[in-house]
């Protein structure tokens, strides 16, 4: 079965705190993904990574940063957390698609309270 | 850009129904994948089916099935004799054939009424 973790099911921080959200997956999967889940807004994508050291911007990387430095492990960095983003935040990963299936793995989401 | 639709934010079902949702999508492509995803309250999200843009048979697995039209861009799902336990948020979602990135709709919470 294919595994992501994450480090934290429930996290409290202060305004203008550094968070760091940790994901792990097993699968030795090439792509991995940070989303942030809000109620009315589905899933929005805000970084990807294809490769270790490799990052893609997603559609709202604003306020956001991430580091992949093991093929394994993505993190999601909060610069500065501020109380628009306090949300659940989704980690995913998948194999490299070049022709066929996009599916993606998710992990159990972290869920973020920034007071 | 892709976008995804789900215009139902809220659905439910007495126990042992059967219940459809719906979901509409915009793309220029021709080759694509469409999945519907499942996430249980409190719980990691899984692939409930996974339809490709290419086969005209609709998907199936078991009591979950889609209605796949193509020319209208509609991907519903169908849950027939619906389960306590298929209670959850449902994603549709779209991805392009060789692209890495996904795009989910807006969600629709199912809830069964015993």
């Known amino acids: 079965d294919v595994k992501v973790t994450q480090s934290s099911r429930y996290l409290v921080k202060r305004t203008g705190e550094k968070v760091f959200l940790e994901c792990v997956q097993d699968m030795d999967h090439e792509n991995m993904f940070w989303y942030r889940q809000d109620p009315g807004l589905g899933l929005r994508l805000i970084y990807f990574?294809?490769?270790?050291?490799?990052?893609e911007k997603g559609d709202i990387p604003e306020g956001y940063s991430v580091s992949r430095e093991k093929k394994e492990r993505f993190s999601l960095i909060l610069e500065s957390a501020s109380t628009n983003q306090t949300s659940m935040y989704l980690c995913?990963?998948?194999?490299?698609?070049?022709?066929?299936?996009?599916?993606?793995?998710f992990g159990p989401g972290t869920r973020l309270t920034v007071l | 850009a892709q976008t995804v639709t789900q215009s139902q934010p809220e659905m439910s079902v007495q126990e042992a129904e059967t219940v459809t949702l719906s979901c509409t999508y915009d793309t220029s492509e021709s080759d694509y994948y469409l999945f519907w995803y499942k996430q249980p309250p409190s719980r990691q999200m899984i692939l409930v089916i996974r339809q490709e843009a290419y086969k005209q048979q609709n998907a199936t697995e078991n009591r979950f099935s889609v209605n796949f039209q193509k020319a209208a861009k509609s991907f519903s799902l169908k849950i027939s004799d619906s389960q306590l336990g298929d209670a959850a948020m449902y994603f549709c979602a779209y991805g392009e054939e060789g692209a890495q990135k996904l795009v989910f709709g807006q969600g629709t919470r199912l809830t069964i009424n015993p």
């Open positions: 995913a990963s998948s194999f490299v698609q070049t022709s066929g299936n996009n599916e993606q793995f």
């Open positions: 990574s294809y490769d270790v050291k490799m990052k």
